[in-house]
């Protein structure tokens, strides 16, 4: 049985935490015990998931510190660099749990798409997955630390999507980097696992045209579109030692979509 406060010792740096799934990656690991450096393009919104974890503005502190939030954008290599030191300066140590949520679409068929929408996407998607997965494996290396990255792909990236030809090729790259680097760091005792949502009731879903969700439900053998809180179960068994002997994997949280 999973102990209390499986993270009680964890420092967590979640990127795209002011929305969606990395907000609710952000207060699942919060709840197991964890201090969250909350990470956004969009400053206010980590503020907000800060404030809702029971960060600056409220009494609740995590065992390891208060959470904070921070505003980076990924897809730049100074930013994640300033990221890490950042954080690193305001807990005196490396996060141990890295999560990287941040993430857009930028939806058109392939014989439309532009050049801008198929740079920004994978610029974001998977540059940015890179970025931070370098810049957090350096830092735990270089202090000896142990940790556990996740890195969430989506179940587009296994089986492509039409309209996606952009989003499908950076998260199927999401899961090839994962890999790799789980090859490369296990013997520093870092895992690097991917996590591959399906539907997922958020922001980002709201764009999809009705007629195209209609269809997709009737697809899904649960029969119902999934929660951001049921990747953050699935987020929070792959931070903790609970998966302590998994690295390298995909986990699926798609309601049986695409199976
Ligand atoms: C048989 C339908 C099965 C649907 C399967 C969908 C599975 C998707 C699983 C994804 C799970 C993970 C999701 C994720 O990681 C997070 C996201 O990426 S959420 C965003 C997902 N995006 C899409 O699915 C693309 C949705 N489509 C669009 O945004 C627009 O269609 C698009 C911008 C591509 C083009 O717009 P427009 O020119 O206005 O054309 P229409 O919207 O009218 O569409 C024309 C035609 O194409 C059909 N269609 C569009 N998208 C899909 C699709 N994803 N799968 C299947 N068919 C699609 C649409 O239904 C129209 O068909 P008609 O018969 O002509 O009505
Ligand atoms: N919602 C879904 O159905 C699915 C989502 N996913 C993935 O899950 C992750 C989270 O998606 P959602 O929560 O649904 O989306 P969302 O749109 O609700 O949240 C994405 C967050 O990432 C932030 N972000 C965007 N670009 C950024 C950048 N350059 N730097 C830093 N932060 C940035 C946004 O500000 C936003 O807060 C994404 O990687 C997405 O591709 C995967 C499969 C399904």
Known sequence: MASPLRLRSALALVTGAGSGIGRAVSVRL????????????????????????????????????????????????????????????????????????AGLTRDEFLLRMSEDDWDRVIAVNLKGIFLVTQAAAQALVSSGCRGSIINISSIVGKVGNVGQTNYAASKAGVIGLTQTAARELGRHGIRCNSVLPGFITTPMTQKVPQKVLDKVIGMIPMGHLGDPEDVADAVTFLASEDSGYITGASVEVTGGLYM
């Open 30 to 101: 919060a709840k197991e015990g964890a201090t969250v450096a909350a990470c956004d393009l969009d400053r206010a919104a980590a503020c907000e998931t800060v404030w809702l974890l029971g960060g600056q503005g409220s009494e609740k502190v995590a065992p390891g510190g208060a959470h904070t939030a921070f505003q980076a954008d990924v897809s730049e290599a100074g930013a994640v660099r300033r990221l890490l030191e950042q954080v690193q300066a305001c807990f005196s140590r490396p996060p141990s749990v890295v999560v990287s949520c």
